[in-house]
């Protein structure tokens, strides 16, 4: 029993699954999502009446002899669940990442533990189309489990996300509480640690996004957040470090279907720049290497910082809106699209393994900054004008005395 606004923290959720570990069942299947939240059960069902995008989802719970449904777990449970089920048994890890289930062999003679990485609701655009993702990974979810169940095959699932889609907010504090509360809630719903490539003992690149994500053909999604990050299913080997040129080479393995292997390279380069008497660490260009045939080259501008610093931007990629943009090259490069979000990355002088200070891709100027700078001119001189004109203000030097004549003044003065 859990009480209303209570947490599952990592040892209850340890205390909770391991019962489930024990029984003569070992087939385990757990099914992450990027994000999800128990109020997307409701507000997505009932939004629209149309569609159920988690018929199968209920059926599952309905006709399986137990389940168990947790409201709210910590993000860090969840993000460190993989690694507790591989040391809770000696399982088979299969990870699943085209989404293409029907061709799946399990061989039963030992305990098997099958990751499937379901594709993320897409932020930034309607609800109806996270509506269509969260319907399509229910597809998913009811092929895989009515094939093993076909097979006579019996399995446990688990269906989590790596951080939730919606944070309650308290409206009981006061303002500069709350901020701090955001702040708290957001750093902690997305933080994982970064990539580090190293050569030896030393840390020589350090790469971090909270949202690392490639359209292909104007139609494919790749999101690759959670196999760079979380899950690590990506190859660092080909990477080189140098005191002048490094390149970060991220190579995937069926990242989606239809896509065999997919390579991500960051060309960096520290250079010396007389007009400033310091060397910059530089971003010259972002490589796309599909399938080892099709390759696309993108341009980068605006990404660069000193070369003791690390560089950070909120927002990187192909869209004329973001304040770091990728440059198509080639034609090749036409046919992608690239969502970085919270991009933080160096690839020299990297000390005690994290990334130094960092410099980021928003200038001190803001348009806001630019728009208080002009109004203040403007009514400084008006002001200033103002006290001009009121300086060049002259008193008469003469005056009428009732006692006397008439002042008579010439036309002439």
């Given at each position: 029993?859990?009480?209303?606004?209570?947490?599952?923290s990592?040892q209850?959720?340890t205390?909770?699954?391991?019962p489930?570990?024990?029984?003569?069942?070992?087939?385990?299947i757990?099914?992450?999502?990027?994000?999800?939240s128990?109020?997307?059960?409701?507000?997505?069902?009932?939004?629209?009446?149309?569609?159920?995008?988690?018929?199968?989802?209920?059926?599952?719970?309905?006709s399986?002899?137990s389940?168990?449904?947790l409201?709210?777990?910590d993000?860090?449970?969840?993000?460190?669940?993989?690694?507790?089920l591989?040391?809770?048994?000696?399982?088979?890890?299969?990870?699943?990442?085209?989404?293409?289930?029907?061709?799946?062999?399990?061989?039963?003679?030992?305990?098997?533990?099958?990751?499937?990485?379901?594709?993320?609701?897409?932020?930034?655009?309607?609800e109806?189309?996270?509506?269509?993702?969260?319907?399509?990974?229910?597809?998913?979810?009811?092929?895989?489990t009515?094939?093993?169940?076909?097979?006579?095959?019996?399995?446990?699932?688990?269906?989590t996300?790596?951080?939730?889609?919606?944070?309650?907010?308290?409206?009981d504090?006061?303002?500069?509480?709350?901020?701090?509360?955001?702040?708290?809630?957001?750093?902690?719903?997305?933080?994982?640690?970064?990539?580090?490539?190293?050569t030896?003992?030393?840390?020589?690149?350090?790469?971090?996004?909270?949202?690392?994500?490639?359209?292909?053909?104007?139609?494919?999604?790749?999101?690759?957040?959670?196999?760079?990050?979380?899950?690590?299913?990506?190859?660092?080997?080909?990477?080189?470090?140098?005191?002048?040129?490094?390149?970060?080479?991220?190579?995937?393995?069926?990242?989606v279907?239809?896509?065999?292997?997919?390579?991500?390279?960051?060309?960096?380069?520290?250079?010396?720049?007389g007009?400033?008497?310091r060397?910059?660490?530089?971003?010259?260009?972002?490589?796309?290497v599909?399938?080892?045939?099709?390759?696309?080259?993108?341009?980068?501008?605006?990404?660069?910082?000193?070369?003791?610093y690390?560089?950070?931007?909120?927002?990187?990629?192909t869209?004329?809106?973001?304040?770091?943009?990728l440059?198509?090259?080639?034609?090749?490069?036409?046919n992608?699209q690239?969502?970085i979000?919270?991009?933080?990355?160096?690839?020299?002088?990297?000390e005690?393994?994290?990334?130094?200070?960092?410099?980021?891709?928003?200038?001190?100027?803001?348009p806001?900054?630019w728009?208080?700078?002009?109004?203040?001119?403007?009514?400084?001189?008006?002001?200033?004008?103002?006290?001009?004109?009121?300086?060049?203000?002259?008193?008469?030097?003469?005056?009428?005395?009732?006692?006397?004549?008439?002042?008579?003044?010439?036309?002439?003065e």
């Amino acid at each position: 029993a859990l009480h209303e606004g209570h947490i599952v923290s990592t040892q209850e959720l340890t205390k909770l699954l391991h019962p489930g570990f024990t029984q003569n069942s070992r087939n385990l299947i757990l099914f992450l999502q990027d994000t999800l939240s128990i109020d997307d059960f409701t507000y997505l069902s009932e939004s629209y009446d149309t569609k159920n995008p988690f018929q199968n989802i209920q059926e599952i719970l309905q006709s399986s002899p137990s389940s168990l449904l947790l409201p709210a777990v910590d993000c860090k449970a969840t993000r460190y669940l993989l690694s507790f089920l591989q040391e809770s048994g000696n399982w088979k890890l299969t990870n699943i990442t085209t989404l293409d289930v029907s061709q799946l062999q399990v061989n039963t003679s030992k305990p098997n533990l099958l990751l499937v990485q379901l594709q993320p609701p897409v932020s930034g655009l309607s609800e109806i189309s996270a509506l269509e993702a969260i319907a399509e990974n229910d597809k998913v979810i009811g092929r895989l489990t009515t094939d093993l169940q076909e097979k006579g095959i019996n399995f446990s699932v688990i269906y989590t996300a790596v951080r939730p889609s919606r944070i309650s907010r308290r409206t009981d504090v006061v303002w500069e509480s709350r901020r701090q509360l955001m702040a708290t809630e957001e750093e902690d719903s997305s933080s994982y640690p970064p990539l580090d490539v190293t050569t030896g003992n030393a840390t020589c690149i350090l790469f971090y996004a909270r949202n690392f994500s490639f359209i292909a053909n104007s139609s494919v999604l790749i999101d690759l957040t959670n196999a760079t990050f979380v899950t690590k299913n990506v190859v660092i080997s080909s990477s080189e470090c140098s005191d002048t040129n490094t390149t970060l080479s991220l190579k995937y393995t069926k990242p989606v279907n239809g896509i065999s292997s997919l390579e991500i390279r960051f060309l960096m380069t520290n250079k010396f720049y007389g007009g400033s008497a310091r060397n910059w660490s530089t971003i010259d260009s972002i490589e796309i290497v599909q399938d080892e045939e099709k390759f696309a080259k993108f341009n980068v501008s605006v990404i660069s910082a000193p070369a003791e610093y690390s560089f950070h931007c909120q927002l990187v990629g192909t869209s004329n809106l973001y304040p770091a943009r990728l440059i198509p090259s080639n034609n090749e490069a036409k046919n992608w699209q690239v969502f970085i979000s919270g991009l933080q990355i160096q690839g020299f002088n990297i000390e005690n393994n994290q990334f130094s200070y960092a410099s980021d891709c928003t200038g001190f100027f803001t348009p806001g900054i630019w728009m208080g700078l002009v109004t203040s001119i403007l009514l400084l001189w008006i002001l200033t004008y103002g006290i001009h004109m009121i300086m060049q203000l002259t008193t008469n030097n003469r005056f009428d005395d009732p006692k006397g004549p008439a002042l008579s003044v010439p036309q002439t003065e």
